[in-house]
C-alpha cells in the first residue's frame, strides 16, 4: 500500500488505505504485536479462508479505528494465501468516520435468490434492448455489476462523529446486486438482500448510497427474505428525492423510502398479488445520461408471483444441500489425496511467528477479561 495520489481529490491524508487488499510497498515489521482487535479479524478471515469460521453471522459488524484497519492490510501482506483469500473471496465494508467494518458472510439461500433476481432483471433488459431506438441501445450497455467494489471519499461530517484529525473519510460498500451503465461511475441500481441482523442497517446503507454518489445511483432495493419463524417476506426501495429544509430553506438531498417493508410474501408463503419490484430503464442511469438517451417510462417488473418463485427455489436449494441425493462411494474404495506442495504448507517462518503473537494476544485478553471480573467479583464483596 502507497500513500501517493490515485485521483486528482486525494490527498496523501486520506485514511483508511485502498482496501485490505492493496500491496504496500514494504512489509509489516515481524516484531510488531497486533492489537487484540486486529487478531480478532485476521483469526476471522483466517477461518473463513480455511473452512472453519469462527462465527456464522452472515452481518458481522465490528468496532474498528483506522489503524486498526491500517494494521490488518499490513499483516495481510505477510501470509500470501490469505491475503490472495481477501483480495479475490471476501466481501466487507468499512466506514472510516463511523469506525465500523463490516464482513459479508453471505448464505446459500441469499446467494441463491438473488442470483435469480439478477438473472431475471437481465433477461428483461435484452428483451428492451432488441430494439433499434436509443432506449434499446442504452438497454444494451447495461450490465450486472454484481458485489463489486463502490468507494465513496468526502469530507467528514462533524456532527455525525467523526474523529478528530481525518481529513477525508472513506466509506465502502460491497452490495448484493448492481447494475451500471458502462460509461457510468456509479451503478444505477443497487439491491441488498437482509435478514435479521443486517435489517436495522438498510436505510443508512441506502443513505451512503444515493446521498455520497450524489444520487447517481438512482435506486436501492432492499429484499428481505428471513423473518424466524415465518415465510414472510418484504421489499423496500429508496430513491434521491430533494426537499426544502424546514431549519434554513436550502434544498437538501435526502434517500426517500417510497416503499416500506412492503410484503410480498405473506407468513404462510403465499403471494401478495398486489406487491411488486417496479423499475424503470431511466433507473439503471444518471440523469443526464437518461436525457441523452430521452429514456421514457420503459418498465421491469419483478411481481409478487415471481419473487415468491425465486425465493421458493433458493429455500429448495438450501434443503437440497442439506439432504438432497448424492451417489456414495461403493464399498471399500478408498481416496488419496495428493502430497503437501510447498505453497500450501505455512508461508514463511513470518507466519509461524505472526500466529504466536496473535495466540499471546488473545491468552493476554483473556488474562484481563479474568482479572476484570475477579476484581468486580471482590467489589462487589466488600460492599
Not at 14 to 21: E, K, W
Not at 35 to 49: A, D, K, P, Q
Not at 71 to 76: F, P, S, T
Request: proline content about 6%; some cysteine; hydrophobic content about 35%.
Amino acid at each position: 500500500m502507497h500513500l501517493s495520489k490515485t485521483s486528482n481529490d486525494q490527498t496523501p491524508t486520506d485514511t483508511p488505505p485502498n482496501s485490505f487488499a492493496t500491496r504496500p510497498l514494504t512489509p509489516p515489521p515481524s516484531d510488531e504485536k497486533p492489537t487484540s482487535r486486529v487478531t480478532e479479524v485476521l483469526r476471522l478471515l483466517r477461518g473463513l479462508r480455511d473452512g472453519t469460521p469462527v462465527t456464522c453471522e452472515p452481518w458481522q459488524v465490528i468496532s474498528f479505528s483506522v489503524s486498526n484497519y491500517e494494521e490488518v492490510h499490513r499483516r495481510l501482506v505477510a501470509d500470501e494465501s490469505l491475503w490472495g483469500y481477501v483480495n479475490n473471496k471476501v466481501r466487507y465494508d468499512y466506514d472510516s468516520h463511523r469506525q465500523k467494518l463490516v464482513v459479508r458472510m453471505p448464505t446459500p439461500l441469499h446467494d441463491t435468490f438473488i442470483g435469480k433476481v439478477v438473472v431475471d432483471i437481465m433477461f428483461q433488459l435484452r428483451i428492451l434492448g432488441a430494439g433499434s431506438n436509443a432506449a434499446a441501445q442504452f438497454a444494451r450497455s447495461v450490465e450486472p455489476a454484481g458485489s463489486s467494489r463502490i468507494v465513496f471519499r468526502a469530507a467528514p461530517d462533524r456532527e455525525s462523529g467523526a474523529p478528530a484529525g481525518i481529513a477525508r473519510t472513506r466509506i465502502q460498500h460491497e452490495p448484493d446486486a448492481s447494475f451500471a451503465y458502462e460509461h457510468a461511475k456509479y451503478p444505477g441500481v443497487v439491491i441488498e438482500v437482509s435478514y435479521s441482523q443486517k435489517r436495522k442497517d438498510l436505510s443508512r446503507l441506502a443513505d451512503d448510497y444515493i446521498l455520497e454518489s450524489n444520487g447517481n445511483i438512482r435506486v436501492v432495493v432492499g429484499l428481505d427474505i428471513e423473518y424466524r419463524g415465518s415465510k414472510k417476506a418484504t421489499l423496500s426501495v429508496w430513491r434521491p428525492q430533494v426537499v426544502v429544509s424546514e431549519r434554513d430553506g436550502h434544498e437538501e438531498m435526502i434517500a426517500a423510502q417510497l416503499v416500506a417493508d412492503q410484503e410480498f410474501r405473506r407468513e404462510d408463503g403465499t403471494p401478495v398479488t398486489s406487491a411488486a419490484l417496479q423499475l424503470q430503464l431511466k433507473d439503471f442511469a444518471s440523469e443526464l445520461v437518461g436525457e441523452s438517451y430521452a429514456l421514457a417510462d420503459e418498465v421491469i417488473s419483478l411481481s409478487s408471483d415471481t419473487l415468491c418463485r425465486h425465493l421458493m427455489a433458493a429455500e429448495a436449494r438450501l434443503q437440497a444441500e442439506e439432504r438432497g441425493l448424492e451417489d456414495l462411494p461403493r464399498p471399500g474404495l478408498r481416496k488419496r489425496r495428493r502430497s503437501s506442495t510447498p505453497p500450501e504448507q505455512m508461508a514463511s517462518d513470518d507466519e509461524a511467528i505472526f500466529r504466536t503473537q496473535e495466540e499471546n494476544v488473545a491468552k493476554r485478553v483473556a488474562r484481563d477479561d479474568s482479572s476484570y471480573k475477579a476484581s468486580s467479583q471482590s467489589s462487589g464483596d466488600s460492599g
